[in-house]
């Protein structure tokens, strides 16, 4: 019998990213030419912009691979079905979301009159989606069914609800992608393995491959343990040839349910753990003070000369939790105001990626012409107002007038940003280089620029679906220093990472700092894991036989 699911169940290090490869490698030798005759592609799902470019760049960016993000590659499926998103969204998903919020609405408290205002407009949605001439995805966060915008957790049920109602649907994707590997599968939606899952059922449709490892889940609510069918196959991988022996004995003595072995060339290596005590939190949620924050940054230095580390070239520097990078490096307010009471989780993702829809005019834009500036490079400044400026849009604004009056507006643009750029908000900065036709803003960016910032005190029960208003009237008031620092970060110009920021990366020399204080997390502690007596434990028998 054919297997038609399998999940590869890979422990940390030991190159799952790699098995994933060679798989796409073989599929290509083997049945490359056929399925470029048939024009099938091999889809390869991920969770970051960052993973998917990863994996691009090792098949060679052969389009024979259709590698992109969960939310993209869902909406690429359904995005011309328009007539189904519509009977989908009116006869399943919108009354879902009404039923949901039904359960809120008793009562007089603000939650519940919050909730019948929800409803009205869903149920105001439900009653006019018709009106509706076209559907689309929208990658900022906003959800508003009356003029057709979706947003990231719309994508996932709508699709999800799609492929399981519409067997048609299901032979188109099946016979267009043959093979669907899911990258990080443990980070996989339930109901999209659901619907993976029967996709894969019926004969002649494709097989699915779930590639993760569940002790290394991120998300919450997610899928965690990837199991397929009660016939699908599972695959544990216990070769690691990229580890060193003694990180493998350390892996093997926390997680003795995969144990890990060693290839033929691993080198030794070494494994030290030093001790640090750690202050007790005084600020935020039981974490550090800035003051505090310092100190233990300083420790961070101490280890490094510790271990004689405090000169060399190439040591990757990990942290559990980004706000330690971020005020290190420079970026800790606008770090905080993106993870902080103003950003849905949506939001937060995004600025983890650096693709928040703010964020990319400067990332992409104005801080590589402030740059290039700087250094006096024309030929840099050029190009990225070629590629990203109306300015020298060939078909834009610009199309009818001379190259000497274009040169001379783009001379305009960049001495104004320039001029601006020490003193004023961020605000004051995109509007002016909105108005030199320096960047091309977002449907979203232009109207939170445009309205009337927010008077009222937030309140997370009346205003919580709003909160994205508050979030931008407080960033348009922040100077553009600490953006700098910011995008050094998520271009990997530092030495500094948190351990989910470098998976499937692999380094020579390593530190990672375990900080319960500053990471907050309730669901583990490594103190309690590792040196379970520093917080006044007594170590498991477990624990104890690990140690031996």
């Given at each position: 019998m054919c297997i038609k699911i399998f999940a590869v169940v890979a422990g940390?290090?030991?190159?799952?990213?790699?098995?994933?490869?060679?798989?796409?490698?073989?599929?290509?030798?083997?049945?490359?030419?056929?399925?470029?005759?048939?024009?099938?592609?091999?889809?390869?799902i991920t969770y970051t912009n960052v993973a998917?470019?990863?994996?691009?760049?090792?098949?060679?960016?052969?389009?024979?691979?259709a590698v992109s993000t969960i939310h993209g590659f869902l909406?690429?499926?359904?995005?011309?079905?328009?007539?189904?998103?519509?009977?989908t969204l009116k006869n399943e998903l919108i009354p879902k979301r009404i039923s949901k919020k039904q359960a809120d609405t008793k009562g007089n408290s603000q939650k519940a009159k919050q909730a019948r205002e929800q409803v009205a407009k869903l149920?105001?949605?439900?009653?006019?989606?018709?009106?509706?001439?076209?559907?689309?995805?929208d990658d900022s966060g906003r959800r508003d069914y009356s003029t057709g915008s979706l947003?990231?957790?719309?994508?996932?049920?709508?699709?999800?609800?799609?492929?399981?109602?519409?067997?048609?649907?299901?032979?188109?994707?099946?016979?267009?992608?043959?093979?669907?590997?899911?990258?990080?599968?443990?980070?996989?939606?339930?109901?999209?393995?659901?619907?993976?899952?029967?996709?894969?059922?019926?004969?002649?449709?494709?097989?699915i491959g779930y590639f993760g490892d569940p002790m290394q889940q991120i998300y919450e609510k997610r899928a965690g343990q990837f199991n397929?069918?009660?016939?699908?196959?599972?695959?544990?991988?216990?070769?690691?040839?990229?580890?060193?022996?003694?990180?493998?004995?350390l892996l093997n003595a926390i997680r003795p349910d995969l144990q890990q072995m060693p290839g033929t060339s691993n080198v030794t290596g070494s494994v030290e753990i030093r001790l640090i005590q750690a202050e007790s939190g005084n600020g935020n949620r039981n974490t550090y003070t800035d003051d505090q924050l310092s100190n233990a940054l300083k420790q961070f230095d101490m280890a490094l000369v510790h271990f004689q580390w405090e000169n060399a070239d190439g040591i990757k520097q990990l942290f559990l939790t980004r706000?330690?990078?971020?005020?290190?490096?420079?970026?800790?307010?606008?770090?905080?105001?993106?993870?902080?009471?103003?950003?849905?989780?949506?939001?937060?993702?995004?600025?983890?990626?650096?693709?928040?829809?703010?964020?990319?005019?400067?990332?992409?834009v104005l801080i590589p012409l402030i740059e290039a500036h700087r250094i006096d490079d024309h030929a840099a400044i050029i190009q990225v107002m070629r590629e990203h400026s109306p300015l020298l849009d060939p078909e834009g604004v610009s199309k009818d007038l001379t190259i000497k009056t274009v040169t001379e507006k783009a001379q305009t643009a960049i001495?104004?940003?320039?001029?601006?750029?020490?003193?004023?908000?961020?605000?004051?900065?995109?509007?002016?280089?909105?108005?030199?036709?320096?960047?091309?803003?977002?449907?979203t960016l232009a109207e939170h620029l445009q309205r009337e910032p927010r008077s009222e005190v937030y309140d997370d029960v009346e205003h919580g679906l709003e909160k994205g208003d508050w979030l931008m009237d407080e960033f348009f008031k922040h100077k553009a220093n600490e953006l700098v620092a910011y995008r050094k970060f998520i271009l990997d110009l530092t030495p500094y990472s948190t351990q989910h920021g470098v998976k499937g990366d692999e380094f020579k020399k390593v530190l990672v700092v375990f900080d319960d204080t500053e990471a907050n997390w309730h669901n583990y502690s490594f103190s309690k894991l590792l040196t379970p007596r520093t917080v006044g434990k007594e170590p498991t028998e477990g624990q104890k036989q690990k140690k031996s």
């Open positions: 940390a290090g030991s190159g799952k990213t790699g098995s994933l490869i060679k798989a796409l490698e073989y599929i290509r030798c083997k049945y490359g030419k056929s399925l470029r005759a048939a024009n099938q592609q091999i889809a390869c998917v470019e990863n994996i691009k760049r090792r098949t060679n960016l052969d389009d024979l691979f909406w690429s499926l359904v995005e011309n079905y328009q007539s189904d998103i519509c009977n149920e105001h949605d439900l009653n006019h989606i018709h009106l509706v001439s076209k559907f689309n995805y947003n990231h957790d719309d994508i996932v049920d709508l699709v999800s609800m799609m492929i399981l109602r519409l067997p048609n649907l299901q032979k188109i994707i099946g016979q267009k992608f043959p093979y669907i590997f899911i990258d990080e599968s443990q980070d996989t939606f339930g109901n999209i393995m659901e619907a993976l899952n029967q996709i894969a059922s019926e004969e002649g449709l494709p097989i397929g069918p009660s016939d699908y196959k599972l695959i544990k991988k216990t070769e690691n040839y990229r580890c060193s022996t003694e990180v493998i004995k706000q330690m990078i971020a005020h290190r490096l420079g970026f800790s307010k606008l770090n905080q105001l993106f993870t902080g009471n103003y950003a849905s989780q949506t939001v937060e993702d995004s600025f983890k990626e650096g693709e928040h829809f703010a964020l990319k005019p400067f990332i992409d001495k104004a940003l320039v001029a601006i750029w020490p003193n004023e908000t961020i605000k004051e900065i995109l509007n002016v280089a909105n108005q030199h036709g320096l960047v091309r803003l977002s449907e």
